[in-house]
């Protein structure tokens, strides 16, 4: 995925307009800018739902379970691209029925090395037949739940998975 440039992301005023971009590298800080990203959320056809543990080597939330995939559209990428690229790199899955689930998703949060997540950040459903194939420097683990089992275990111990992943539950249905 790396094509020798760094990854950057789209920066956003409180309106969320796009006001330029910055490489991905230096924006998470502990004063990190209003940013766009986006998350997915996977189902199988059993109506199943990916939920994922981000590798220890990721800068913010190591190790936590969060939602199937997250990212950040490329400056002047649709957002169905980005999610669609993001998805195929970290998982190695091919996805169908694609929908836009929480469009006006906008979180802050700050993990226990200070650093702060601030995104506006579309969430989105899909579908996969396929078997995850993770990448090990963004997913170290991987598990297919039923949706109620998921927030059973978000509401008992909301602290082992990702803040945006909690927040994201409470919305959708």
């Not at 543990?53 to 800068?59: G, I, P």
């Not at 996969?128 to 039923?146: A, F, K, M, N, Q």
């Amino acid at each position: 995925m790396n094509t020798g440039n760094p990854e950057q992301v789209v920066l956003l005023d409180d309106a969320f307009h796009p006001v330029g971009v910055a490489d991905k590298a230096s924006v998470h800080t502990g004063d990190t800018p209003l940013h766009l990203a986006f998350s997915c959320h996977i189902s199988d056809p059993a109506g199943r739902l990916l939920v994922t543990r981000r590798s220890l080597a990721k800068k913010t939330w190591p190790g936590v379970w969060t939602n199937s995939a997250c990212g950040h559209p490329a400056p002047g990428e649709r957002l169905e691209d980005a999610v669609r690229r993001r998805v195929r790199y970290e998982l190695g899955l091919r996805l169908e029925e694609l929908q836009l689930a929480l469009p006006d998703f906008r979180y802050r949060a700050v993990d226990a090395s200070g650093i702060v997540e601030n995104e506006f950040c579309p969430v989105f459903t899909a579908l996969t037949s396929d078997t995850p194939d993770p990448r090990p420097d963004e997913v170290i683990e991987y598990r297919w739940v039923s949706p109620s089992r998921l927030r059973t275990a978000v509401n008992a111990a909301p602290w082992a998975f990702s803040p945006w992943l909690v927040l994201q539950l409470e919305h959708l249905d």
